[in-house]
């Protein structure tokens, strides 16, 4: 029988024995948590030469989108073996592929205006 070829490729890369992080997420609305695997990039600071000026990139997840179809922003996240720090949700973009990059931030952010 067929699979998905898609979501078991998504599945294998998202992986914990390979790339893939236990994430686990609390939202907002409900404050019941639930464990995702995501892979986790920490914030990156690069000097670019050429501009002579610093490119950051704040943390970030990637998830397979159908695990987190409900995540809203301010959702608390926090990623196994990353002790101590607590992130929030801070936008929430879905590639069309199936996998969704969540960026982080340490603070929750104003829904101001959304």
Do not use: H, R, W
Request: aromatic share 10%; charged share 10%; hydrophobic share 35%.
């Amino acid at each position: 029988m067929p699979g998905n070829f898609i979501q078991d490729d998504i599945d294998t890369f998202l992986n914990l024995n390979d790339f893939g992080s236990s994430i686990t997420i609390t939202p907002v609305a409900s404050g019941s948590s639930y464990i995702v695997n995501g892979i986790y990039d920490n914030e990156a600071n690069v000097f670019d030469v050429q501009t002579a000026a610093f490119i950051s990139s704040g943390p970030q997840i990637q998830f397979s989108t159908t695990d987190i179809l409900n995540m809203n922003l301010n959702d608390k996240v926090q990623v196994s073996g990353v002790s101590g720090l607590i992130y929030y949700v801070q936008t929430i973009k879905p590639d069309g592929t199936g996998i969704t990059s969540v960026a982080l931030s340490q603070g929750k952010i104003s829904t101001i205006g959304y």
